[in-house]
């Protein structure tokens, strides 16, 4: 790894996140900001694993709406939990090779922060994972070859936040389909992408139904403006007799994530902090 790559990585840690929010928001200087940030993430690590689930860490990733070109030491960052070893993993690594473990790793690491509102970069995934950056770098190339990119950082900068994809695999999932069937249908979106999709569209359907102008929506979804007019009129187009018990559902699935016959499906949907306070 060289130089810059370290330096890119050391201004990634909680440690160096939490100085500078001290240093540039509290005006104390490098010394005072540093002994207070021991401090405090001495207690965030405290409190950081009760949520975790074995085999997982806590990573400081850059946020997702974060734009390009910003300097990185400005970058707001946050936390996610990022699965490392997984129940599958030894199948995988015993009936098809330790190329297989690594690409599933990858891509399940990068899906998961892109879930929790963060954004890997290939470094980032190359040091958690502790593989070469030229591994990752080729795993990456590997999905686009087989019509899927993997949402790196970088991946997500390039793209845009578009809505190609969003649009049906909501209406694949409102017509009943599993998200394993959707899946293999589209072939190019984790099910960590897609259930964060749903998540929003069922956000922006309860909003709708308790009145809230688009601007207001933006303000809790925290999504775009001309994506929440698109998913406004998704659900207009949707909101049938026929479709009545699974958009019923789905919102039940985002106010109640840990309730009900599917909840171990259900648990993606959970919300932010932000986003329930917008429910009350």
């Not at 019923?248 to 329930?276: I, M, W, Y």
Request: include cysteine.
């Amino acid at each position: 790894m060289n130089n810059a790559s370290l330096d890119r990585l050391h201004h990634k840690t909680s440690l160096e996140a939490i100085q500078v929010e001290l240093q540039s928001g509290y005006d104390l200087s490098p010394v005072e900001a540093q002994v207070l940030a021991r401090r405090v993430q001495a207690l965030a690590d405290e409190q950081s694993g009760f949520d975790r689930q074995p085999g997982q860490i806590t990573y400081r990733a850059v946020a997702i709406d974060e734009p390009p070109g910003k300097p990185l030491a400005d970058c707001r960052r946050v936390p996610v939990h990022l699965t490392i070893v997984a129940d599958e993993d030894a199948r995988v690594w015993a009936e098809e090779g330790s190329l297989a473990l690594r690409r599933v790793r990858v891509k399940r690491v990068v899906y998961e922060a892109t879930m929790q509102e963060g954004a890997l970069s290939q470094e980032d995934a190359a040091y958690v994972l502790g593989i070469s950056l030229k591994s990752v770098r080729r795993i990456f190339a590997y999905f686009r070859e087989q019509g899927e990119s993997l949402p790196s950082r970088g991946e997500i900068q390039d793209m845009g936040r578009g809505v190609s994809h969003k649009i049906p695999v909501i209406r694949r999932y409102v017509e009943d389909l599993s998200f394993s069937h959707i899946s293999r249908e589209l072939g190019n979106h984790g099910i960590s992408s897609m259930a964060r999709y749903l998540r929003h569209f069922a956000l922006i359907m309860i909003l709708e139904d308790r009145g809230l102008t688009p601007q207001q929506m933006e303000s809790v979804v925290g999504i775009s403006e001309n994506l929440i007019e698109q998913y406004r009129d998704l659900y207009a187009d949707l909101n049938t007799p026929r479709h009545h018990r699974t958009l019923e559902r789905l919102k039940r699935t985002v106010l109640h994530p840990t309730c009900g016959e599917d909840s171990h499906d259900q648990a993606p949907f959970a919300l932010n902090r932000d986003q329930k306070r917008g429910l009350m």
